[in-house]
Nanobody, 120 residues
Framework: QVQLVESGGGLVQPGGSLRLSCVASGSIFSINRMDWYRQAPGKQRELVAAITSGGMINYADSVKDRFTIYRDNVKNTVVLQMNSLKPEDTAVYYC??????????????WGQGTQVTVSS
């Protein structure tokens, strides 16, 4: 069993910044992908940023040059630094992690979600 705990959401004015963190814990042998998704009201969940164990990074076009994803493989943590926030960034943000647990089974885990609201 792998648990994810997210933190860092909140209310910010347009142009402001927030940092989201997600810590994975449990019987983790290895982690492959660590991603951030978001879901706005009435819309489908979408990938915001992804980073693999090898350091390959992918961003949604809507957040390129504003958001930065990075991970700490020792602490099993992924961070999303969000700058120049816009009202359209308002959504619930979810952490996603996949990998392998001790014993050889693969796992996929989702965080509980953290609300990000960008408004004046």
């Amino acid at each position: 069993q792998v648990q994810l705990v997210e933190s860092g959401g909140g209310l910010v004015q347009p142009g402001g910044s927030l940092r989201l963190s997600c810590v994975a814990s449990g019987s983790i042998f290895s982690i492959n992908r660590m991603d951030w998704y978001r879901q706005a009201p009435g819309k489908q969940r979408e990938l915001v940023a992804a980073i693999t164990s090898g350091g390959m990074i992918n961003y949604a076009d809507s957040v390129k040059d504003r958001f930065t994803i990075y991970r700490d493989n020792v602490k099993n943590t992924v961070v999303l630094q969000m700058n120049s926030l816009k009202p359209e960034d308002t959504a619930v943000y979810y952490c996603y992690v996949d990998g392998r647990v001790f014993g050889g089974s693969d796992f996929v885990s989702w965080g509980q979600g953290t609300q990000v609201t960008v408004s004046s």
